[in-house]
């Protein structure tokens, strides 16, 4: 008989601790004593830190910056006094007015936006712009008539100058054109760059390699190079003149072939400054892997290991990162920036570049999320060549466009396969667009695979699909006459959208702060297309994602393991012809997250049960779900009705908390055992205690979606689950939930699912059985 074994990543609660490999309970722990130390070492008097030599305000915004974006808000004591204290600053360096501004635009307060605009205004003016001997053009000085630039300065400028446009502050477009060039100039032929251009033969080093990748990300998602741009009022997606070899990507090559995360590569100090330059060029170029390396997971294992034991700071080498506020504040921006919620991934698959025509499409649609959930994430690139399912689901969606044919192999295939049916979901697209090269061959690859892998095949959404109003409300009738989305139903919900045409494209030219110049006629289009792709993410994810460092279920099928009824505790799912096939894997799972939590053998058989009270009287509890009416026969109600009395449990639930299954459920169990009321069970009831080896359920989430005018919205109540129970001669013989548990504990709940979380549901489910088994 075929079981279902349970691999798991990285362990829930009750799963076994000795993983070698970083968690992200013990990345926050480093964070927290990180933390700790910065406000132990903040001036009572001042509000701000020690600081250096002629930089005013500097050090205190490093270390304020630091604490903003490990999760501190203005309203935070250490936060308010420091933000106080920077307020009274007006600093004059590139390094401190850079700062300060990147603090003000990461507070989010209304009263810094004339600091902030201020603060742009002299970082313009800073900014070298003629070519005198040794001072290049593009580049930043420390202050005004001092130096000649160099690229750790003009990097932090960079910074700054984008934090702030994103804050919603004009930057003049010639300063990143300018800083563009001043970039390109220093790039070495191997790809790095280096400190120093003067200096013949110095060599390059990871911290500056990552200065000038991040800054090149920078400047051109502002100049406009792209693929997709408007010429003579028309919006042109592909055809640009692009140089063939990418500066990017040359960095990118240089630091994977140069790789560290215990020194800095080339140089071997300042290491901790490079990681916080690492965690930049990680984040904003969407890699997960450079060279091979998980940079994150590397990064923070080396940190945690290097945090001092008492005080919890870090103390690198070299001049500054030697400072322990220093070497705190750069570890701290490294592990707090870099565990980023990851919302969405590219797959990069074939040859070629073809499934990167918009290479800037993910930032910006992932920057317009961010704004409207009001929450720092990030988005990746993953390769679908040697990619486990593991790998894949490190990204609750992925994102696949091409032109060309979609070349898979049976393994990569199966894989996929596995990615949906464990929660994953497919947002494809076809590179369709003017100026673009005909999309057929990846079209009618996709519906191939698609109906190769979930025998069905894409079909239109209908108007009424909640993807068209999970976060704005659209009005599909109201799209272009050749645009339409397409879906494919698999497990609890659409688990595959594609477009026939390219969003991307509009994502590129579209402008989460709204300052970019557009054409009229353009705007509704590029807005659409902004607003369907934060539909298809929060409609895909629920609006809830998890730790970039926690690992996902796995159910792989096992044909070797023998189930013994006298030693297993087997629940099987009782046969109702009410759509209980829609969520196979509900009941299985929960199995297996059961048996790592008692020690009795459970498990459910691979066949769903009949109504049979010959093969009923085997069983001690059985499982019924569904999402759709239901009608028992006078015949089955008799069968049920001698399991119960019998000594029987029955454990039900509504998949995707289902009305019509609810109602047929309470209708039918009334007349299998008339008179007894199917009642709330009391929020204190000893079921939802940790009494019978489970859970204290006292705080659970109950998620309901509700129809707004712009949107679909997701109201949340914290406490006991609402699960109703019937009881008979003193014990309670049925256990209803009303809401989701099912999709949930196949990782397939989503926005349009009112009930829990798959963690809350699987205790649920735990309580109920051990409370069953042993009352």
Known sequence: MIRLVVLVCVAWSWASAASAQVTAEAVQHAIDRGVAFLKKQQSAETGGWQEYTNQSCGLSALCTLALLNCGLDHNDPAVARALDYLRQCEPKRTYSISLQTMVFCQARQARDLATIRTNVRLLENLMIRRDDGPMQPGGWPYQAGQGNGDPSNSQFALLALSAAEERGVAVSKEVFEIAEDYWLRRQQRQGGWTYSSTARGAPASGSMTCAGIASLVITRGRTGKSQARIEKGMIQCCGADIDERDPIQAGLDWLGKNFLVSANPGVRVHGLYYLYALERVGRLTGHRLIGGHDWYREGAEYLLKRQDGFEGFWRGVGHDDSIPTVGTSFALLF??????????????????????????????????????????????????????????????????????????????????????????????????????????????????????????????????????????????????????????????????????????????????????????????????????????????????????????????????????????????????GAGGDEAPRALPNLMEWMRRQVATEIASPAEMAGFDAKTLQDYSIVFMHGRYSFTLTEAQRNVLRDFLTGGGTIFAGAICGNDEFTQSFRREMQLVLPGVPLSPLAADHEAFTSRFRGYNLSSVTLRKPVEGESGIVVSQKVGAPLIEVMRQDDRDCVFFSPFDLSCALENQGGIQCAGYDTVDAAKIGINLILYAMLQ
């Open 335 to 576: 592990l707090a920036k870099g565990k980023r919620q990851v919302v969405i991934s590219r797959l990069q698959h074939g040859v070629a570049s073809d499934w990167n025509w918009h290479p800037d499409a993910l930032r910006q649609l992932t920057h317009h999320v961010e704004r409207k959930w009001q929450q720092d994430l990030t988005w990746q690139t993953v390769q679908l060549a040697g990619a486990s399912v593991e790998e894949l689901l490190k990204s609750p969606i992925l994102f696949i466009s091409g032109s060309g044919p979609l070349v898979t192999t049976a393994q990569q295939r199966e894989a996929l396969k596995q990615y949906v049916e464990q929660g994953g979901f497919i947002f494809a697209q076809a590179t369709a667009a003017s100026g673009c090269q005909p999309s057929r061959e990846f079209e009618q690859s996709l519906r191939q695979l698609v109906e190769e892998l979930f025998d069905a095949p894409l079909e239109k959404l209908p108007v009424d699909h909640p993807i068209w109003h999970a976060e704005y409300r659209l009005k599909p009738t109201k799209m272009p006459d050749n645009f339409w989305l397409y879906g494919v139903q698999a497990c609890c919900r659409t688990s595959i959208v594609y477009s026939s045409v390219s969003l991307a494209c509009l994502w590129e030219l579209s402008d989460p702060t709204g300052r970019r110049e557009l054409p009229d006629r353009w705007k509704p289009a590029i807005e659409t297309a902004a607003h369907l792709g934060q539909n298809v993410i929060a409609y895909a994810t629920g609006r809830r994602l998890r730790d970039k460092l926690d690992g996902q279920t796995v159910l792989v099928p096992q044909t070797d393991l023998a189930m013994s009824p006298r030693n297993t505790l087997i629940v099987p799912q009782l046969e109702i």
